[in-house]
């Protein structure tokens, strides 16, 4: 398996455990089934475009964009995710459910930054 390849694989694995985690602790935070995995991997791909995006355009050293991007990202990411994927099937509804959903996929998303270890290419 090549390094993007597994990288993507556990990105998706920790986009589908905590969009699944959050759906069942917020009542107002609606997924089905079908669409869950169209949104596992939309989101999976947007932030990793994402990422790559801030990481080949931030110097390298600072590092205090680190929690705040990561929190800006996952809540685009999501923002971008349920303006694309139909109401129906993806739902996150109210400031607080945002938040929550926001946190705890930002979280998981610390997780895979942990696990996957996967170096950027040096410019």
């Given amino acids: 398996m090549t390094a993007l390849a597994r990288s993507a694989a556990i990105s998706a694995a920790a986009t589908a455990v905590s ?3 959050a759906a069942w602790i917020f009542g107002s935070f609606n997924i089905r089934l079908g669409w869950f995995l169209f949104a596992v991997a939309l989101f999976t791909m ?5 990422r790559g995006i801030v990481l080949r355009t ?8 680190t929690v ?4 800006v990202l996952t809540f685009l990411g999501l923002l971008l995710t349920d303006w694309i ?4 099937g993806f739902s996150i ?4 459910t945002w938040i929550g959903v926001t946190l705890i996929v930002w979280a998981a998303g610390v997780a895979y930054g942990e696990v996957d270890s996967t170096r950027p290419e040096p410019r």
């Fill in 19 to 21: 969009l699944a985690l």
């Fill in 46 to 50: 947007l932030t990793v475009a994402m």
């Fill in 58 to 65: 931030v110097n390298r050293f600072v590092r205090g964009y």
């Fill in 68 to 71: 705040a991007g990561g929190l």
């Fill in 85 to 88: 994927v139909p109401a129906a």
């Fill in 93 to 96: 509804q109210g400031a607080g």
